[in-house]
């Protein structure tokens, strides 16, 4: 019996083996990952769909978060982007800090969406006149430096430092920078749920004493009514922020500024309401204008290269720069009252 099937399959392989070549070929260049990620136009997330306020009003319209879609560099990925004008090539190590991984940045991707998130929700209900409650915070480890001597791992949240408990990065710093240079830390942190014991030593820089790592802070609160949003696995970053703000924002008033618009957008939220610059600007435009927006609202520091991408390619798309959060609902109730 094996013998049959032995000749079988060599008697395939003689009369395929060209096929067969050239099918272990393709796979192999697949396969090799270079240090490279290849830019490519993005789509939309309809918020509406992610969002959820109890008890919320409806809105004819949408808010919707712009992305931009990355591809892992490989040979014929690379290629194609010397055909496609939309195809961009990044090194990687312009994606990644000093010292860090992509495993490493995703994890601190996830935690900026994280961040992003509360922030959409803090500034939504303070303007909304809705009541939210901050009950604590969480400051998770969002990047450590080459030079950095530690045990410490991205995304651990660190409860105290040298037995003091701490609230912030702040609380962090003037800890360490009352130590020694090469004086050891002990620090406690919360990993996967278990409570750990990490060691980091101090150094000297033109700044003072230092440990070498950087703090992310997220907050725990209660808000009335209650709010949940929703993410895929797959999502990281910040950018959502200003556009998931809005959307919150939409459902806890009565008034719907929307105006019954598609509205795609991006931008980075801090909890006092600034909105900041984010990358890949000229790809999310075009992934807003095939999805068939109406208005595309992005940071005040990426108006001027999204209107040139527009006029480049002759969009007939309103763009909208913000700066604050606040500024981005005037805008919107200025443009319903003009139409």
Known sequence: MFTKIYEK??????????????????????????????????GAVNLNDRITVEDGYETEGSFNMAYVSMVRGSI????????????DIVPAEDLTADGENMSEMLEREKLYMQQSMDAAIINAYKEAGKIIEITGTINEVSYIAPEADTDLEIGDEIVAVAGEEISSLEDLKSIVEAMDENEEVLLEVLRDDKTRECKAITYKTDDGIKIGVSLLTTYEYETDPEVTITSKASEAGSSGGLMMSLSVYNQLVPE??????????????????????????????????????????CPLENYEEAMEVAEEKGYDITIIGVGTFEEAIKKLEELNSSN
């Open 9 to 42: 399959i060599k008697q395939f392989i003689k009369e395929n083996y060209k096929e067969l070549i050239v099918l272990l070929v393709v796979v192999l260049l697949f396969a090799i990952k270079l240090p490279y990620s290849i830019y490519t136009p993005g």
């Open 76 to 87: 014929p990925f690379l290629l194609i982007s010397y055909i496609i004008p939309d195809w």
């Open 256 to 297: 719907d500024i929307t105006g019954g618009k598609k509205i795609v957008g991006t931008g980075t939220i801090d909890i006092d309401g600034n909105v900041g610059e984010i990358g890949g600007v000229k790809y999310k435009l075009i992934g807003a204008v095939k999805n068939d927006a109406d208005l595309f609202m």
